[in-house]
T-cell receptor, first 118, second 112 residues
Framework: GAVVSQHPSWVICKSGTSVKIECRSLDFQATTMFWYRQFPKQSLMLMATSNEGSKATYEQGVEKDKFLINHASLTLSTLTVTSAHPEDSSFYIC??????????????FGEGSRLTVL | QKEVEQNSGPLSVPEGAIASLNCTYSDRVSQSFFWYRQYSGKSPELIMSIYSNGDKEDGRFTAQLNKASQYVSLLIRDSQPSDSATYLCAGPMNTGFQKLVFGTGTRLLVSP
C-alpha cells in the first residue's frame, strides 16, 4: 500500500509550548490528508481535513486556532498544537489516500505521533 | 445512532478458531467499507476493503457486506495469537467521499 510517514513519533513538551508534527506521503501525491486524534482505549476521531493549497476543514468542536494545519505541498501536511496543555496529550495520526486508491476511499495511516504535555 | 457501531469486546477465541467481527452502519454512511487492524500503541493498518454486497476473501480474511441489513463483518479463519489486536470498521460519510468515520473498534484476543 501507499506509504505515509509521520515525524516525530513521540514528543514530550512543557505546558504552554507549541509542537509541530509532520506528515509526508512518500510515494504518491496527496491533495488531501486527514488528521486524527486517539485517546487511550478510544477510537480515532477526525480532527480536520487538510487540503493542499487551501484552508483546512475542521470538525465540530476542534479549535482551528489551537490546531494549526498547513498543507503547503502535495506531499507534506503539518499539524501544530499551539500552547499545548496536558489535556492535549494524545496519539495524533495523519492519513492520506494513496495515488490510484484516490477514488476507492482507502486511507493509509502514518505511524502516529504520541504527544505528552507535562 | 452512531454512523458506525461495533461491539468493543473483548472477543476471545482459541488459536485456530474462526473469529467473527461485526459492524453496523447508519444511512449517513456510504456503502463501501474498510477493516483496519490496530495493535496497541500503533497506527491502524488496512486489512480489507469491500464495496459490493456479498463476500470478499483475502487469505485468512473474509469481509462480508449486507447492504439491506446495513451490516458488515470480518471473519478471520485459523486465528493466531498475532491476530490479537483491535479491529476498526470504517466507512465514508454520504456528505462526501473524503471523510472516513470509524467505529470504536473490537478488541480481539486469540489465546494459544
Amino acid at each position: 500500500g501507499a506509504v505515509v510517514s509521520q515525524h516525530p513519533s513521540w514528543v514530550i513538551c512543557k505546558s504552554g509550548t507549541s509542537v509541530k508534527i509532520e506528515c509526508r506521503s512518500l510515494d504518491f501525491q496527496a491533495t488531501t490528508m486527514f488528521w486524527y486524534r486517539q485517546f487511550p482505549k478510544q477510537s480515532l476521531m477526525l480532527m480536520a481535513t487538510s487540503n493542499e493549497g487551501s484552508k483546512a476543514t475542521y470538525e465540530q468542536g476542534v479549535e482551528k486556532d489551537k490546531f494549526l494545519i498547513n498543507h503547503a505541498s502535495l506531499t507534506l501536511s503539518t499539524l501544530t498544537v499551539t500552547s499545548a496543555h496536558p489535556e492535549d496529550s494524545s496519539f495524533y495520526i495523519c492519513s492520506a489516500r494513496g495515488g490510484l486508491a484516490g477514488n476507492t476511499g482507502e486511507l493509509f495511516f502514518g505511524e502516529g505521533s504520541r504527544l505528552t504535555v507535562l | 445512532q452512531k454512523e458506525v457501531e461495533q461491539n468493543s469486546g473483548p472477543l476471545s477465541v482459541p488459536e485456530g478458531a474462526i473469529a467473527s467481527l461485526n459492524c453496523t452502519y447508519s444511512d449517513r454512511v456510504s456503502q463501501s467499507f474498510f477493516w483496519y487492524r490496530q495493535y496497541s500503541g500503533k497506527s491502524p493498518e488496512l486489512i480489507m476493503s469491500i464495496y459490493s454486497n456479498g463476500d470478499k476473501e483475502d487469505g485468512r480474511f473474509t469481509a462480508q457486506l449486507n447492504k439491506a441489513s446495513q451490516y458488515v463483518s470480518l471473519l478471520i479463519r485459523d486465528s493466531q495469537p498475532s491476530d490479537s489486536a483491535t479491529y476498526l470498521c470504517a466507512g465514508p460519510m454520504n456528505t462526501g467521499f473524503q471523510k472516513l468515520v470509524f467505529g470504536t473498534g473490537t478488541r480481539l484476543l486469540v489465546s494459544p
